[in-house]
């Protein structure tokens, strides 16, 4: 099977450099032609504060050269992860937009598994509701011997190279270390994630970490640590047997923003750049 991947398109009308690149990106899956794609969140610029973002990206969606799956980022639903509490409605407005926040598909001997990066280490409900169903599926999968793929926002693995204990850009650590070291433990091959605006590929413990880049912009050093490479693109995933083949694709014509000059971060106000010069991470 193969399957395109796209993370943090930040579709808005506010962001038009951002819906350029995202054109760019849906030409070049045509060409391509797989099976699925797979949007690893950040759809929109801001949809946690405007509503109006999520009718726009699911427009986009929707006219998308093959089907799609997505999972939500912070930007999509606010930041959840135990920072903030998770705010039903913007759960059910995502629903409505890209459909369920998590979901499963068999690709021969592959699992392939997307699941809201939102809810871990909230102690919500829905966090709890998650688990329990991800378990379900990485059971069932274990009594056939396939091998899982998972696709989130968040990265589960740190980075070494990283900035120390940086809010919100991993996966909280008691949550990470249930995802790898848990019921998923047995099967789990892949973790693809997005976030970062960087593109990093290592394996640690049998597992393969690839850190998705934006498909909108990269942030500059000046506000965010090097931890891989500061690029934008799409990724091509081919799944089958006991492989999974990756190749990183830089589109021609996707142009690589950088997030300081977009005139939609130019037009904030300095107190919100203050509160998070990073802006989408």
Known sequence: MRIALIADSH?????????????????????????LTVHLGDITLDGQTHAEELGFAARLV???????R???????LGDGSGEMPLDDRLLGAYADAFGPDRWALRAGDWLLMGINAQLLGSGSEQELAQWHWMEGQVSDASREHAHTALFLHRPVLRSPSDEPARPGRYVASVA???????????????VVSGHTHQY???????????WMPS?????PDTVQTRA???????????VGGEAAQFDLWCPDGMARHDLGTLPF???????????DPRGSV
Do not use: Y
């Open 11 to 35: 579709l808005s009308a506010r962001s038009p450099e951002c819906v350029a690149n995202w054109r760019v990106a849906a030409r070049a899956v045509e060409r391509l032609a797989p099976d």
């Open 62 to 68: 929707q006219q998308w050269p093959t089907t799609m």
């Open 70 to 76: 997505c999972v939500p980022g912070n930007h999509d």
């Open 176 to 190: 990470a270390r249930r995802l790898l070291e848990g019921a998923l433990q047995s099967t789990l091959r892949l």
């Open 200 to 210: 990093l590929d290592v394996t640690v413990r049998g597992v393969r970490h690839v």
């Open 215 to 219: 498909s909108a912009f990269v942030l």
């Open 228 to 238: 891989g490479e500061k690029l934008v693109g799409i990724g091509v995933l081919d």
């Open 265 to 275: 971060f130019q037009t904030m106000t300095d107190g919100q750049k203050k509160t």
